[in-house]
């Protein structure tokens, strides 16, 4: 949609609103299938301006991408108060909102799409993880981070991106669900790497410590419980 007044800007108010107007529309259509004059129109200018500020796509692109980076790793800053299961719900609350927001553009990015397989999109999907896999370690009080809770955290990340991708394909589960699952998911992977290293077990006694009976750990638990065997009457 276009401005339909043209507005005057500085140099930097006006790469500034080029990238904002990419971003949306990368996010709504696979990057490649987006035009410059596409850009142009939705900014409300004419190409030969748009490449006066971005020598072509592909740099654009790339602005956007650091742009969406610096929003992903956002997603992940959370205080550090209150039950961890809460902090990490409110967490994959905001990581859902930026795919469903972003969908189609994050699913070019994380599959790997024409556009989106240059070093620039590669070196942004680091940076993002990095970011996230800092935060999750921060919350749980750990500054250096043993091996195995290195691999649980890792695994966790790659694991919300997989379900935000499959989730965007048909959206057959409730996203809600989906988000409480995550969370469920790092405690189990937790547990599991628990039950072979003396370090992850404590790991997981502070993550359930101060976690309330009806926060997210705590309804795991609860879930599981109701279905152990029931030891038979006497």
Request: aromatic share 6%; no cysteine; net charge negative.
């Amino acid at each position: 949609m276009t401005t339909g007044v043209r507005r005057r800007m500085g140099v930097e108010q006006r790469r500034d609103q080029l990238i904002s107007v990419a971003l949306g529309l990368f996010g709504r259509r696979s990057p490649e299938d987006v035009s410059i004059d596409e850009i142009a129109e939705a900014a409300g200018i004419s190409r030969p301006l748009v490449y006066h500020y971005f020598p072509g796509k592909q740099s654009l692109y790339e602005a956007a991408l650091r742009r969406a980076g610096e929003q992903l790793a956002a997603l992940f800053v959370e205080p550090r108060e209150g039950p961890l299961g809460a902090r990490l719900l409110r967490v994959t609350h905001r990581f859902f909102d930026f795919v469903e927001d972003h969908g189609p553009g994050f699913t070019a990015l994380m599959r790997g799409g024409p556009a989106a397989g240059s070093a620039a999109a590669g070196a942004m999907i680091d940076g993002v993880r990095q970011a996230a896999y800092e935060q999750i370690t921060a919350h749980l009080g750990l500054a250096r981070p043993g091996p195995r809770m290195e691999l649980v955290v890792r695994s966790w990340i790659s694991l919300a991106e997989t379900t935000a991708l499959l989730w965007l394909d048909g959206r057959q589960l409730a996203r809600r669900e989906l988000e409480l699952q995550l969370v469920h998911d790092l405690a189990a992977l937790a547990a599991v790497s628990a039950a072979y290293d003396e370090e992850m077990a404590e790991v997981l006694r502070r993550m359930l410590a101060d976690e309330p009976a009806d926060g997210p750990f705590g309804d795991l638990v609860g879930r599981l419980t109701a279905l152990a065997p029931q030891p038979a009457a006497s």
